[in-house]
Structures are given as C-alpha cells and as structure tokens.
Nanobody
C-alpha cells in the first residue's frame, strides 16, 4: 500500500505561482511513476502532468505546457508541481497519483493510488 499526501495549495492572484508537493510513503513508494490530476467545480478529473520513476521523462497536458513543471525529489518519494503564470481556469482540486509501474500514464484509471487533493484557487 502507498499513501500520498498533497500540500501547497492555496489562493493566488492570476499570474502568480504555487508549488504543490506530494509525499509518498509505504511499500516500495520509490518505484512508482507519479502524476498530477485536477478537478474543477462541475467538471471531470483531468490529467495535468506526469513523471516516470527515474524523473528523466515527463509529460504535460497542452493546457499547462510551458507554465507547469513536474519534478521529483532526490529521494524520489517526493513529487512537486511548480505552477507559474496561473490563470483563473487553473482553479481546481489537484490530486497526486501513483502508478504501479516505472512508466507514467495520462489515464487516471491506470493509477493505483490517490491522495486526498489540495485546493488551488486563482483569482482574476
């Protein structure tokens, strides 16, 4: 079992930045690829970014490419999402997820573990 805990959400003005963190603990937590998803009010959960186990490969949704950066800590049980140039449409609950594979996926159904989420609100 792997436990995921997100932190770093909050309220920020448009154009501002936030950094989300996800701490993974539990069995073999270092061997998992990780992803970030988000769910805006009244909408379904959508893929944001993902990173493979080694941290050497990343992938982004077109809507955040060039503004968001996903990375892993040296211990690989920490994953970060640096969000710059935030827009009101980025407002959502952001979820960290882990997949039981070294290779990431953009499909939420393929992820095995999920955090509880952290709220990000961007004001205009």
């Amino acid at each position: 079992q792997v436990q995921l805990v997100e932190s770093g959400g909050g309220l920020v003005q448009a154009g501002g930045s936030l950094r989300l963190s996800c701490a993974a603990s539990g069995r073999a937590s270092r061997a998992y690829a990780m992803g970030w998803f988000r769910q805006a009010p009244g909408k379904g959960r959508e893929f944001v970014a993902a990173i493979n186990w080694s941290g050497g490969s990343t992938y982004y949704a077109d809507s955040v490419k060039g503004r968001f950066t996903i990375s892993r800590g040296n211990a690989r049980n920490l994953v970060y999402l640096q969000m710059n140039g935030l827009k009101p449409e980025d407002t959502a609950v952001y979820y960290c997820a882990a997949i039981n594979s070294g290779t990431y996926s953009t499909i939420q159904g393929e992820y095995d573990y999920w955090g509880q989420g952290t709220q990000v609100t961007v004001s205009s």
